[in-house]
């Protein structure tokens, strides 16, 4: 064979290889035509097959907590859920429904569209893997009772400790895999939180309520603080007072600090040890750190009886939005606002 022809033979196969190629990316290039011609002709069929998360509807508007008074909740006969009737299945269903359903589903499958937004989303009350507290009714009691604010799990602790044994026995129904409940179980439980003998369920304010009581204690706090500063501004004639203005870098921050750490009221070493720990940030200048002993005593004598006059040890000012979110939570510390005077 000639060397033209051995060259024809080569260019020959190389066409072949190209063609096979060419028509390799031409099937390709076809496929994506046909999926993407599918794709728009049948756009509306596919958007609606995905579901859209729930907006919030700012416009309605939000009901606050009611005004409750605390009550004691009757004592609870535990015995009666070791094997629960059918009066009892049934009412924690219909509870569950009300309270759980929106988030957990119909079928407790975790699915409820309350849920959709949730990360991570509502436990799947049929897979026994990975609760947080346990799927013992110890553990479920214990999770209606604090929530689980990592898991946006609510506490349902304003429902009867009745109720909340309905809801989990009727939970239990669910799936055939929950631990058997026995009599130590119960008697753990009762045992924890005194259903025997009954709960006491904590006053309830609204939210709004609460924070016109904190911002209340606020203003008298701040007064007070004002009149602090006022009167050490003003003693020109008092060692104590001179050497305290000399020593911070601003009176009003400084007196705050120590309003909100009343632990330096105990002892003149605990006042040296605020103060030297952090000076600037608490308001101080770091020279005030070498001030001698006896003038360091006449200093905090002399801020201990000006607060102690104010009555500002057990009042610290703050107020910020978990604060005001955690006096509903504490509410049975707030005076009882539903006696009539």
């Known amino acids: 064979m000639s060397n033209q022809e051995k060259q024809n033979d080569v260019f020959g196969k190389l066409k072949e290889v190209l063609g096979a190629y060419g028509l390799f990316y031409i099937v390709i290039l ?10 728009v002709k049948n756009i509306g069929y596919v958007t609606t097959m995905s579901k859209v998360p729930l907006e919030y509807d700012t416009i309605q508007p939000v009901s606050d907590l009611p005004l409750k008074k605390g009550t004691l909740s009757p004592p609870v006969d535990v015995k009666l859920f070791l094997n629960p009737s059918a009066e009892i299945i049934s009412k924690g269903k219909s509870i569950y429904e009300m309270n759980c359903a929106s988030c957990h ?10 849920g959709t937004m949730l ?3 509502p436990r799947n009350l049929k897979d026994m893997t990975n609760w947080t507290n346990g799927n013992t009714i110890e553990g479920m009691y214990k999770t209606l009772q604090e929530g689980i604010t990592a898991n946006g799990m609510a ?7 009745e109720d909340r044994l309905s809801i989990i026995s009727y939970i239990r129904t ?7 409940l026995t009599d130590t179980d119960l ?3 009762d045992a924890m939180y005194s259903l025997s003998k009954g709960s006491l369920m904590p006053n309830q304010i609204p939210v709004n309520m609460a924070m016109g009581k904190l911002i209340e204690e606020y203003g008298k706090v701040e007064s007070k603080l004002d009149s602090v500063v006022q009167t050490i501004s003003k003693d020109k004639d008092n060692p104590a007072a001179v050497m305290f203005r000399s020593m911070t870098n601003n009176l009003n921050k400084a007196l705050t600090s120590l309003n909100n750490n009343s632990k330096w009221n105990e002892n003149e070493a605990e006042f040296v040890n605020f103060i030297m720990k952090n000076p600037v940030q608490n308001g101080f200048k770091t020279e005030s750190i070498s001030m001698s002993q006896e003038n360091m005593t006449l200093i905090f004598n002399y801020i201990r009886n000006l607060f102690g006059s104010m009555n500002l040890f057990k009042t610290p000012v703050t107020l910020t939005t978990a604060s005001v979110k955690d006096s509903v939570s504490v509410s049975a510390t707030v005076k009882d606002t539903t006696t009539k005077k």
């Open 30 to 39: 076809a496929m994506l035509v046909t999926l993407g011609y599918f794709y």
């Open 105 to 114: 589903g119909v079928n407790g499958l975790g699915d409820g569209e309350a």
């Open 119 to 121: 990360n991570p989303k």
């Open 155 to 161: 506490s349902y602790s304003n429902l009867p400790p």
């Open 174 to 180: 669910l799936s055939p895999d929950y631990p058997k």
């Open 187 to 189: 008697q753990t439980l």
